[in-house]
């Protein structure tokens, strides 16, 4: 890879990344990144959740350089942009109901027994946390108990950013499998 990767063009620098030329990658991500923190912090007006939305796009840029065609690239990542910031959107509104749904549907005379079924499920997903590798566990604590970005993550590890992202797959993965079975033997069991 020469020096002057930066004067090369969109379509010239994907090629490149499909050969997993991180040079190209890094290009790429110094070209839009500003412009698209932009575009995400305009329709957010949250600096962190518009950071940690950039770093989706061009990880998803990277996970998918095999296989990415995109013969206008701004015009792409500018409709990444917009669609995982309509997604932070749907997801925060999601969450919001979600709650509320929950408060609603508790029944009275039941909060204890809610309470109880409550710990026990929590207590299993702490013990399938605390069984994962201790470099994804780390990664899932920081991300999902202290409520960290991968950037900060990777910055508070020392490791890269795709580190963070393929370990917290890994741990949700995990989690996500173990939890299904163990949810299904609870539910069969008590209810």
Known sequence: MSRGVHLFSDEELLCLMADDDEAAFTA??????????????????????????????????????KTLAAQHLKAYLAAAVKYMTIAHFRKKEYGHQYGASL??????????????????ILQMVNEEVNNLPEKCRVVFRYSRHDGMSSRQIAEQMGISTKTVDNQLHKAITHLRHKMKHILHTFFSTFF
């Open 28 to 65: 790429l991500y110094h070209r839009y990144w500003e412009t698209l923190l932009g575009m995400a912090y305009q329709r957010l007006k949250d600096l962190p959740a518009a950071e940690d939305i950039v770093h989706d796009v061009f990880a998803g840029i990277w996970r998918n350089r």
């Open 103 to 120: 408060q609603q549907t508790s029944l009275p005379g039941n909060d204890m027994e809610n309470s109880v079924h409550y710990r026990h």
